[in-house]
């Protein structure tokens, strides 16, 4: 894996070797040491999730404040446009984001640690995205920042109007939201 440090440097761009020929193509998809010694810390991986979003879905921003998790994100078909925020009160990049293009073409992965919401909008007809979290997903303690949150002016390459879950339209402002200390 080429590790790529992002304009927030905790959020990390994993772009995979990739061996191909004319049979096809193999590359290791996760790797726990490397992934170690990529992103400089140990994390335990507890969850693997799996979904299926239709062109111009846009999830997010989704985070858990208490049971943070940090997400290993990737898309086995199709693209879509993959946003972290971040939510650590004390850093100097607190309310900044970092967008990129992740997809089956490019097998990029993004790390999101603990502490930053995430979203993503599918930019392809549609997109399977898979990810590995550090913890478990805690419905009760599930917060969402509103996606077009002026302060934080993300520039999500909208090709269509968004479309959202009830959730996801009840987002609320960074400026109300529950935050890390």
């Known amino acids: 894996m080429n590790a790529i440090l992002l304009t927030i440097p905790d959020v990390i761009l994993l772009e995979p070797k990739l061996y191909s020929d004319d049979r096809g193509f193999f590359f290791e998809s996760f790797n726990q040491r490397q992934f170690e010694l990529d992103i400089g810390q140990g994390v335990n991986f507890v ?5 299926y979003s239709a ?20 898309v086995t078909s199709g693209s879509i446009f993959d946003v972290a925020v971040d939510l650590r009160r004390n850093s100097a990049t607190f309310g900044k984001w970092v967008g990129e ?12 640690p603990p502490g930053f919401a995430h979203g993503f909008y599918v930019l392809s007809d549609g997109a399977e995205c ?35 879950s009830l959730k996801d339209q009840a987002g609320i402002s960074l400026a109300n939201a529950k935050v890390y200390e």
């Open 47 to 51: 969850q693997d999730n799996h979904s």
């Open 55 to 74: 062109k111009g879905v846009l999830r997010g921003l989704h985070y858990q404040v208490e049971q943070s998790q940090g997400k290993l994100v990737r």
């Open 101 to 112: 293009i992740l997809s089956a073409e490019n097998k990029k992965q993004l790390w999101i």
């Open 130 to 164: 898979l990810y590995k979290t550090s913890n478990y997903y805690a419905p009760a303690h599930e917060q969402c920042i509103m996606w077009n949150d002026p302060e934080l002016n993300i520039d999500w390459q909208l090709h269509m109007q968004p479309i959202l």
